[in-house]
């Protein structure tokens, strides 16, 4: 068979998986379909997205009507539909799950954005979700806020994979790869097989460009206006060197795997860049990247890689930092805008679907 650019990108080390997922997928066999010839090998879901699947179209219009004759508000019917997607996409990929012992073939689905600062509220959804889904291939998403990262390290503790979210700054990657390593050693402590269970952590990366491109037209100089488009890459570049130093050599239990740092928010927002830009340029080993479909097939068509973009950047995406410092870009105040904003986005999404789901029920 011929090799596509998506296989091009797994041989570099980078998993693809897709971002995006609705029971009009599943029921008309087109998430086969993208595995198939698209060599997708994940899926993440997040509040956004299942709002856009749920308040449109009639492929759930069966299902609401059985849960209104049950009496259910809309918070638990957009849980039961959603856990009904996810399942059903996690048996979709046990083939790759198993060909991959469990690194792919992986289906996230996230915990309420509006209780991510209630460490004990996040853990228990997390628990609920892992049990009521049931399937072996299922990650659970839970933001790195102050309030959710002790519950990312108990979830792990407890055997749950988990997919980190919402991560913007290294200084706070930091904080998450500390959790990791306090849930793996907790799970070994307790008897856990710990070769069972999986993590990565999600940096979002046009995101970052965006807030930042906005100040450096604002501060307009000739240099400022040259480094638009390079901070969410560097950003991710300083995050995979902090990842090969805190794992290399790390004492963790045997069978310990190593948390993957996962690039999210790939499909670019400003249309002057390559439609494919965070995809060929965060290429490398041990790492994911969810990617939009159509961002997906602009990588098919057009993209050229130019081998592994990530092992040795540091030193360069280092330089372009503090470049970026030096025409008074502020990162601590851009990380702290964009992980605020992040929630914010999440839960006017999560609303906008149970308003909508109300209205059906």
Known sequence: MTKNNIDKLAELGTSAWLDDLSRDRLVSGNLKEVIDTKSVV?????????????????????????????????????????????RDACDVFTEIFE??????GRVSIEVD?????????????????????????????????????????????????????????????????????????????AGKDVSTIHSVASFFISRVDTEVDKRLEEIG?????????????????????????EFAGADLPEGTNVQ????????VKNPEYPAWIYVTELAGPDTVNTIPEDTIDAVLENAEFNGDTLTNSKQEAQAIFEQLKEVGINFDEVFSVLEREGVEKFVDAWQELLDSMSKRL
Do not use: C
């Open 99 to 104: 060909k991959s012992e469990g690194k792919d």
């Open 42 to 86: 994940g899926v993440t879901t997040n509040p956004s997205i299942f709002s856009s699947a749920m308040s449109t179209g009639t492929a759930y219009d069966a299902d609401i009507a059985k849960l209104k004759e049950k009496g259910v508000d809309a918070a638990e019917a957009v849980y039961s539909l959603a856990m009904d997607d996810v």
């Open 221 to 245: 100089s000739e240099l400022a206006l040259a480094l638009r488009g390079k901070a969410g890459i560097a950003n991710a570049q300083l995050a995979y060197a902090l990842f090969k130093e």
């Open 260 to 267: 993957r740092p996962l690039w999210a928010s790939t499909g």
């Open 113 to 189: 954005p509006r209780i991510s600062d209630d460490r004990e509220a996040t853990l228990a959804q997390a628990r609920e979700l892992w049990e009521k889904i049931d399937r072996p291939n299922l990650m659970i998403k839970i933001p790195a806020t102050d309030g959710s990262l002790p519950a990312i390290a108990d979830a792990l503790a407890e055997g749950i994979s988990v997919n980190v979210t919402l991560l913007f700054s290294v200084d706070r990657y930091k904080e998450v790869i500390k959790a990791f390593k306090d849930g793996i050693n907790r799970a070994h402590a």
